[in-house]
């Protein structure tokens, strides 16, 4: 895609949207991180599900760790893999409190130390909590890029290297939920959405799908 035709493609994305939030509830940064690492192989309704009962009666690291893992496992049933990331999470509790007096880091470095937390969940933290301008190249974002010819690859690293390039500075912030949302709610796996599509005439996706 043309640089011109990325200007574009962002400008009417923020348009449409000049204020994305991430959809997962929380109240806090750590709340987030929860929820981040339950979101794996997950939708975001199915974690909020789970984490509403759960952040009640345990909203804080300390309060997690107490739980333990068979007592986190309850409240996250419904998610797929409940078991590893009820292990996971109670053990970034216990890790945020020994190493970093309960609180979450702002080092991509120290975040993917924290077990169950990897590249793109430390890119979600680093982004809305601490306002970098990074990129978690999630399935949605994946496959925006590849099917728009936004910025082609063929695995998420090289995805997210090349979003981190085109995109124009000024969008780079929002960028993330911007292609979350639009690869979720309209530019979707099987049946694309492209009659009610902002940047389908920017699109190269050769398939388009007509209006039902």
């Known amino acids: 895609m043309r640089a011109a035709d990325i200007r574009r493609l962002f400008e009417r994305l923020a348009q449409a949207n000049p204020a994305p939030r991430s ?33 009640q009666v345990a909203p804080t690291p300390a309060a997690i760790a107490a739980l333990g893992e068979v007592g986190v496992a309850g ?9 590893t990331k009820a292990k996971n999470v109670v053990a970034m509790s216990r890790l945020l409190i020994e190493n970093h007096g309960g609180e979450v880091p702002h ?42 010819g936004l910025a082609p690859g063929k695995d998420v690293r090289t995805v997210e290297s090349k979003l ?14 911007w292609l979350i949302l639009h690869g979720r709610y309209i530019c979707k796996a099987r049946k694309p959405e492209c009659h009610r599509c902002l940047i389908c005439d920017l699109c190269a996706y050769p398939e388009k799908t007509p209006a039902a």
């Open 23 to 55: 959809e997962l509830t929380h109240a806090t940064p750590y709340q987030l991180l929860v929820a981040v690492i339950l979101s794996a192989q997950a939708t975001d309704k199915g974690v909020n599900r789970a984490t509403g009962p759960l952040f």
């Open 75 to 83: 409240y996250i049933r419904s998610i797929g893999l409940y078991r």
């Open 107 to 148: 080092d991509r470095t120290a975040l993917e130390a924290l077990p169950g937390v990897g590249r793109k969940t430390a890119n979600v933290i680093l982004n809305i909590v601490f306002d970098q301008p990074t990129i978690a190249v999630d399935t949605h974002i994946f496959r925006l890029a590849n099917r728009t």
């Open 164 to 177: 981190v390039k085109c995109v124009p500075t000024e969008y780079r912030l929002h960028a993330h939920h």
